[in-house]
């Protein structure tokens, strides 16, 4: 799964080099596909369920799963999430980020610094002998945490969120962004989890698009999306989708 994470990493940095202001995300999706089959690895997501890419390119009031197009041209200010997925020997990994295309404006920097946040404080408790809903209200507490230092509110995506992953992409138990703590399955050393919250600069209500998969805001306020796969191990949380520096 590091080796399948590792492949992700690199397939992200690659498309980050790439989404300026007038490349498609159409090109960032040939580009992700040709450097995960290059390093001996499979999409995970392209044919998912029918889904016809290798990476989801949510940009703007896109929540998460937009379809890339060689149409849609990245401008100046824009916010785009991506998230990509690998499989390699039979093990995925999965992680996504949220890109600023040029100068955008402070609001959509706090968001997505906020959602960052929110990812890592979650992944701190990805330790045996915690119980999963630890983590979601870790993710809710820095969101909530960002929002109140940043003046505002930020929406919390509640329908979608983290998953188990490894010889699947999407495995149980579903990882709540939002939530008491204490309840849950209890966390093992081996699991692995995919630790993903989607945050929003207004409400967290969501649609979806007629093409079935994308989600947009229902306010069409923009979202960011962060996410990584993350073992637990005897020695805490390990970050299989991190850069190898």
């Known amino acids: 799964m590091r080796a399948a994470g590792l492949v992700v990493a690199r397939t992200l940095a690659a498309v980050t080099a790439q989404a300026k202001a007038g490349a498609s995300t159409g090109e960032l999706d040939e580009l992700a596909e040709q450097t995960i089959r290059d390093a001996g690895a499979v999409p995970s997501f392209k044919g998912y369920h029918g889904f016809p890419a290798s990476i989801c390119a949510s940009l703007n009031e896109k929540v998460v799963h937009g379809i890339p ?45 906020a959602t960052e946040a929110s990812m890592w404080a979650g992944i701190e408790q990805v330790r045996a002998g915690n119980k999963l809903t630890d983590i979601s209200h870790a993710v809710e507490t820095a969101a909530r945490a960002a929002a109140k230092a940043d003046g505002r509110e930020y929406g919390i995506i509640a329908e979608y969120g983290g998953h188990g992953i490894g010889t ?78």
Do not use: Y
Request: proline fraction near 6%; charge should be negative.
């Open 168 to 245: 699947q992409m999407h495995m149980e138990p579903f990882l709540p962004n939002l939530g008491k703590p204490g309840r849950g399955p209890k966390l093992r050393v081996g699991m692995a989890i995919a630790v993903e919250p989607m945050l929003t600069l207004g409400t967290a209500e969501t649609e979806e698009l007629d093409d079935e998969w994308t989600v947009v805001t229902a306010d069409r306020s923009r979202a960011a999306h962060w996410e990584h796969t993350v073992a637990i191990t005897d020695d805490g949380p390990w970050v299989l989708t991190a850069p190898e520096n």
């Open 69 to 113: 197009s060689r149409d849609e041209v990245l401008a100046e200010g824009d916010l785009l999430s991506v998230d990509c997925g690998a499989i390699l020997d039979g093990w995925h990994g999965d992680s996504a980020v949220t890109l600023a295309i040029g100068e955008v404006g402070e609001d959509d920097r706090a968001l997505s610094a």
